[in-house]
């Protein structure tokens, strides 16, 4: 199975500062038929299902606010929140779709400081 | 709208079963890639199985965990997902969602898309 490990487990930001999420799997996600990585960004908020917010590692998914970002390729991927709104607080989930069984990272709670 | 609505949760006994069921509105159900993902109290995402659509064979996928004693079925005339639960154990407790495969050029990818508000399964005596 392919481990994704998420770090840090919580962290706390500002308001209108910088959160980076960071996830990384024990294999490559990168896939040789179309050179895109398996990776996908979650966010959960409290009491809620959760949303699709990146794919392909970097991709938006529709809707989805400009200050997200997604970044990194193979093993090693990072998720940006670049200036934290008070709606982001929420519990972020990276899941790779490389090979079965899919799996997730054990996400990440992000608060406000 | 595109709509998920899990039901069937509730409490069983340890040893038990229990079934739950998804109904699927505001797109073409037959033609989805459909799995189960649940959450237990507090913790993280565990993907439980997918099952692919009828004209690509319905086949099905389990996790570890769970093979041998969850199935995974479909009623396409429904617009219904099922998740068969025998021999529940209390480490399966948790909050049952079930999620679709999202459509990325014209290619289903496992990319859950759309996820119903779960329900809640709680194995204890």
């Known amino acids: 199975d392919i481990v994704m490990t998420q770090s840090p487990d919580s962290l706390a930001v500002s308001l209108g500062e910088r959160a980076t999420i960071n996830c990384k799997s024990s294999q490559s996600v990168l896939h040789s038929s179309d050179n895109k990585n398996r990776l996908v960004w979650y966010q959960q908020k409290p009491g809620q299902p959760p949303k699709l917010l990146i794919y392909?590692?970097?991709t938006r998914e529709s809707g989805v606010p400009d200050r997200f970002s997604g970044s990194g390729s193979g093993t090693d991927f990072t998720l940006t929140i670049s200036s934290l709104q008070a709606e982001d607080v929420a519990v972020y989930y990276c899941?790779?779709?490389?090979?079965?069984?899919?799996?997730f990272g054990g996400g990440t709670k992000v608060e406000i400081k | 709208e595109v709509q998920l609505v899990e039901s069937g949760g509730g409490l069983v006994n340890p040893g038990g079963s229990l079934r739950l069921s998804c109904e699927a509105s505001g797109f073409t159900y037959s033609n989805a890639w459909m799995n189960w993902v649940r959450q237990a109290p507090g913790k993280g995402l565990e993907w439980v199985g997918r099952?692919?659509?009828?004209?690509?064979?319905?086949?099905?996928e389990y996790a570890e965990s769970v093979k041998g004693r969850f199935t995974i079925s479909r009623d396409d005339s429904k617009n219904t997902l099922f998740l068969q639960m025998n021999s529940l154990r209390a480490e399966d407790t948790a909050v049952y969602y079930c999620?679709?495969?999202?459509?990325?050029?014209?290619?289903?990818?496992?990319?859950?898309?759309?996820w119903g508000q779960g329900t809640l399964v709680t194995v204890s005596s």
């Open positions: 999620a679709r495969h999202g459509v990325f050029g014209n290619t289903l990818y496992g990319i859950f898309d759309c």
């Open positions: 899941q790779q779709h490389y090979t079965f069984p899919l799996t």
């Open positions: 392909w590692a970097s």
């Open positions: 099952i692919k659509s009828e004209t690509n064979g319905g086949t099905v």
